[in-house]
C-alpha cells in the first residue's frame, strides 16, 4: 500500500482495508519519511518490522527487499509528496498495479478541482486549466496536457482503478477512457442506518452542526460569511464547528458560530449528542469523493444539508431528511434556506429524497479484492542484508530541511489562527499564493 502520509481518509481507509483483510494478506505500508526517505511498516516475519529507502539512491535495495517478502501486488492510494519514479516499481517487480482516486490529482494538479478562490473551477477546457496553471503551476512547469499525458500511461495502466461514488469514475473516464474503473464503497463497519428525524418546525433557534477540519475547499470561509449573516439579520440561527477550521473564524458574539474543537472519531456521537443539532450541514466547495462524516451523520440518522457536488449528490440522492443546494449557493441565500427549515421544517424543493440513488455496486473488497496469483519464489538475499535499512535518519540535507519546515509549519499555523490574522496577510499576499507555502510545507 502506497500512501502520501497526509492521515485523513486516505489513512483511514488503507487501515480499514488492512484490518478487514488481515487474515487473508501481508500488507506493507509506505509512506514519505523524514529527509526524503520512504517508511515501509509490516509484519512479515524475519525482516525489521520498519524500513527506511532512499526512492533516488537506494531503488535497487528497495525492490530486492520488495522481492525477497515475495509482494504480488502493489496498491496506489496517492502520488502527492511520492517520487514520480515510484510509478515504475511495479514493472520493476513484475507484478500488477491497482490505483485508488480518493480526489482528482491524476487529471487536476490542484487536488480538488477548486480555482484560485478555492471554490469548484467548473472543469473548464484546456486552455482554462492553463489559464490557472499560468497562476498556480506545477512543480515543473508543465501545462495541463503534458500533465495529463504523463498521468495517462500511469492510470490506464493499472489493473484497477478503485472510486468510491459514481461521479469520480464519470470524471476519471472523461480523461482517462481506457481506465479500468472499479466502482467500489469504502468499507466500514456495518452499522444500520437510522432513519432522518424530521425537524420540528417553529422550535426556537435551528441548531446546524459543520464536522471535521475546515479548510477554504471544505467550506470554512463560506461557514463564517453564513454565521456572521445570521448575527447581522437576527435570523434563528445559530452553528457549532465539531472540529476546526484552517484560520480563526469570527465567533459569538460577533456571529451566531460556537467553535468545539478537533475530536477523535470515537468521541463524535457523544459529541452530538451533547451539542443536539437539529440539522448537519457540508458546506464543501469542491467534489469530494467519499466523506466519512457524512457517513457518520447518514449512520446516526440526522437530517443533512449540503452543496449539490460530489459525493454529497451520488450518496444522498434517495434519501429523505437531506437537502442539497448547488454549491455556488451565497451565504445568504443558505441562511434563507436555513430560516424556512426553522420555520416550517421541511422544504421540499431541494430534497434529495427526489432524486434518482445511484445504482449500487456490487464489488465487495472483502471477497474480490484479492486475486489468487502463483507464489512468487523469494530473492535469495540474505536478510540480514536490510538492517542498515532501519535507521530512520541519514546524513542528507533533507534532514535539516524538514526539521525547519517543521519548525516553520508550527509558527505558521499559531499566527494564522490569530483573529484577523487572515485578513491582514491576505491583504498582503493572495490567498493562492499562500497554497504554495503550505504546499512546501505539505500541508495540503
Request: charged letters at 25%; aromatic letters at 10%; proline letters at 8%.
Given at each position: 500500500?502506497?500512501?502520501?502520509?497526509?492521515?485523513?481518509?486516505?489513512?483511514?481507509?488503507?487501515?480499514?482495508?488492512?484490518?478487514?483483510?488481515?487474515?487473508?494478506?501481508?500488507?506493507?505500508?509506505?509512506?514519505?519519511?523524514?529527509?526524503?526517505?520512504?517508511?515501509?511498516?509490516?509484519?512479515?516475519?524475519?525482516?525489521?518490522?520498519?524500513?527506511?529507502?532512499?526512492?533516488?539512491?537506494?531503488?535497487?535495495?528497495?525492490?530486492?527487499?520488495?522481492?525477497?517478502?515475495?509482494?504480488?501486488?502493489v496498491?496506489?492510494?496517492?502520488?502527492?509528496?511520492?517520487?514520480?519514479?515510484?510509478?515504475?516499481?511495479p514493472?520493476?517487480?513484475?507484478?500488477?498495479?491497482?490505483?485508488?482516486?480518493?480526489?482528482?490529482?491524476?487529471?487536476?494538479?490542484?487536488?480538488?478541482?477548486?480555482?484560485?478562490?478555492?471554490?469548484?473551477?467548473?472543469?473548464?477546457?484546456?486552455?482554462?486549466?492553463?489559464?490557472?496553471?499560468?497562476?498556480?503551476?506545477?512543480?515543473m512547469?508543465e501545462?495541463?496536457?503534458g500533465?495529463?499525458?504523463?498521468?495517462?500511461?500511469?492510470?490506464?495502466?493499472?489493473?484497477?482503478?478503485?472510486?468510491?461514488?459514481?461521479?469520480?469514475?464519470?470524471r476519471?473516464?472523461?480523461?482517462?477512457?481506457?481506465?479500468?474503473?472499479?466502482?467500489a464503497?469504502?468499507?466500514?463497519?456495518?452499522?444500520?442506518?437510522?432513519?432522518?428525524?424530521?425537524?420540528?418546525?417553529?422550535?426556537?433557534?435551528?441548531?446546524?452542526?459543520?464536522?471535521?477540519?475546515?479548510?477554504?475547499?471544505?467550506?470554512a470561509?463560506?461557514?463564517?460569511?453564513?454565521?456572521?449573516?445570521?448575527?447581522?439579520?437576527?435570523?434563528?440561527?445559530?452553528?457549532?464547528?465539531?472540529?476546526?477550521?484552517?484560520?480563526?473564524?469570527?465567533?459569538?458574539?460577533?456571529?451566531?458560530?460556537?467553535?468545539?474543537?478537533?475530536?477523535?472519531?470515537?468521541?463524535?456521537?457523544?459529541?452530538?449528542?451533547?451539542?443536539?443539532?437539529?440539522?448537519?450541514?457540508?458546506?464543501?466547495?469542491?467534489?469530494?469523493?467519499?466523506?466519512?462524516?457524512?457517513?457518520?451523520?447518514?449512520?446516526?440518522?440526522?437530517?443533512?444539508?449540503?452543496?449539490?457536488?460530489?459525493?454529497?449528490?451520488?450518496?444522498?440522492?434517495?434519501?429523505?431528511?437531506?437537502?442539497?443546494?448547488?454549491?455556488?449557493?451565497?451565504?445568504?441565500?443558505?441562511?434563507?434556506?436555513?430560516?424556512?427549515?426553522?420555520?416550517?421544517?421541511?422544504?421540499?424543493?431541494?430534497?434529495?429524497?427526489?432524486?434518482?440513488?445511484?445504482?449500487?455496486?456490487?464489488?465487495?473488497?472483502?471477497?474480490?479484492?484479492?486475486?489468487?496469483?502463483?507464489?512468487?519464489?523469494?530473492?535469495?538475499?540474505?536478510?540480514?542484508?536490510?538492517?542498515?535499512?532501519?535507521?530512520?535518519?541519514?546524513?542528507?540535507?533533507?534532514?535539516?530541511?524538514?526539521?525547519?519546515?517543521?519548525?516553520?509549519?508550527?509558527?505558521?499555523?499559531?499566527?494564522?489562527?490569530?483573529?484577523?490574522?487572515?485578513?491582514f496577510?491576505?491583504?498582503?499576499?493572495?490567498?493562492?499564493?499562500?497554497?504554495?507555502?503550505?504546499?512546501?510545507?505539505?500541508?495540503?
Amino acid at each position: 500500500m502506497i500512501e502520501p502520509g497526509l492521515g485523513g481518509g486516505v489513512e483511514r481507509h488503507v487501515s480499514d482495508l488492512v484490518h478487514l483483510l488481515r487474515d487473508q494478506a501481508d500488507f506493507l505500508r509506505m509512506v514519505p519519511a523524514k529527509g526524503g526517505l520512504l517508511r515501509i511498516r509490516h509484519g512479515v516475519a524475519g525482516y525489521p518490522a520498519e524500513l527506511f529507502f532512499d526512492p533516488v539512491r537506494e531503488i535497487a535495495q528497495l525492490v530486492m527487499f520488495l522481492r525477497a517478502v515475495r509482494i504480488q501486488r502493489v496498491h496506489f492510494h496517492h502520488t502527492v509528496r511520492l517520487p514520480w519514479s515510484l510509478s515504475l516499481l511495479p514493472g520493476d517487480l513484475g507484478v500488477p498495479y491497482d490505483y485508488t482516486a480518493h480526489d482528482y490529482f491524476s487529471f487536476c494538479p490542484q487536488i480538488t478541482l477548486t480555482s484560485e478562490h478555492f471554490r469548484y473551477c467548473g472543469e473548464p477546457d484546456d486552455e482554462g486549466c492553463n489559464r490557472c496553471l499560468s497562476v498556480r503551476p506545477t512543480p515543473m512547469r508543465e501545462d495541463i496536457s503534458g500533465w495529463r499525458s504523463r498521468y495517462r500511461k500511469f492510470i490506464e495502466g493499472a489493473a484497477r482503478v478503485f472510486v468510491p461514488t459514481v461521479g469520480v469514475g464519470e470524471r476519471l473516464m472523461r480523461h482517462f477512457p481506457e481506465a479500468r474503473i472499479v466502482l467500489a464503497p469504502h468499507p466500514e463497519p456495518s452499522v444500520v442506518q437510522r432513519a432522518p428525524v424530521r425537524i420540528s418546525a417553529g422550535k426556537g433557534k435551528l441548531r446546524i452542526a459543520v464536522l471535521g477540519t475546515l479548510n477554504p475547499p471544505k467550506g470554512a470561509d463560506l461557514l463564517e460569511s453564513c454565521a456572521q449573516d445570521a448575527t447581522v439579520r437576527q435570523l434563528p440561527i445559530e452553528f457549532h464547528l465539531l472540529g476546526e477550521a484552517y484560520r480563526s473564524l469570527a465567533q459569538a458574539p460577533r456571529a451566531a458560530l460556537y467553535v468545539h474543537g478537533p475530536y477523535k472519531d470515537a468521541e463524535l456521537d457523544d459529541l452530538l449528542a451533547h451539542t443536539a443539532p437539529d440539522l448537519l450541514w457540508f458546506p464543501a466547495q469542491w467534489p469530494e469523493t467519499y466523506s466519512y462524516t457524512l457517513s457518520a451523520a447518514m449512520h446516526l440518522g440526522y437530517p443533512i444539508a449540503a452543496t449539490d457536488i460530489g459525493a454529497f449528490h451520488d450518496r444522498l440522492a434517495g434519501r429523505s431528511g437531506s437537502w442539497l443546494l448547488p454549491w455556488n449557493t451565497e451565504a445568504r441565500d443558505w441562511n434563507d434556506f436555513f430560516a424556512r427549515l426553522a420555520a416550517r421544517g421541511q422544504d421540499d424543493r431541494m430534497e434529495a429524497a427526489r432524486l434518482t440513488p445511484a445504482a449500487k455496486s456490487a464489488y465487495s473488497y472483502e471477497t474480490d479484492y484479492l486475486q489468487v496469483r502463483a507464489p512468487i519464489e523469494p530473492a535469495a538475499t540474505p536478510k540480514s542484508n536490510f538492517l542498515r535499512f532501519t535507521r530512520s535518519w541519514r546524513a542528507r540535507p533533507g534532514f535539516l530541511m524538514d526539521a525547519a519546515k517543521e519548525g516553520l509549519q508550527v509558527r505558521l499555523r499559531h499566527a494564522y489562527r490569530l483573529p484577523g490574522a487572515r485578513r491582514f496577510v491576505t491583504a498582503l499576499i493572495p490567498e493562492y499564493r499562500l497554497q504554495r507555502v503550505r504546499r512546501w510545507l505539505d500541508r495540503f
